[in-house]
């Protein structure tokens, strides 16, 4: 089991590009419009990935002014 998971709230996403700005090596902007998590799965409306480092993600969540990317460390939320 990987130690983090990194999920978006993507009907929260305002399309900012912070975090693609922040941490490009794993987020993009999608055909939508809107902030994608590369490599990420979909889980209804939300997309998350698994991971075992969270690299730039911390950052990529803590500037995002919808606060719609959470960092889970160990199953809790970090933010």
Known sequence: MAKFKVEIERPLCIACENCVNTCPEFWE??????????????????????????????????SCPATCIHVYENGKKRI
Request: glycine share 8%; charged share 45%.
């Open 29 to 62: 902007m999608a055909d939508d419009g809107f902030s994608h998590l590369k490599g990420s799965k979909k889980i209804g409306e939300n997309e998350e990935r698994e991971m075992d480092d969270v690299k730039c993600n911390i950052e990529a969540a803590e």
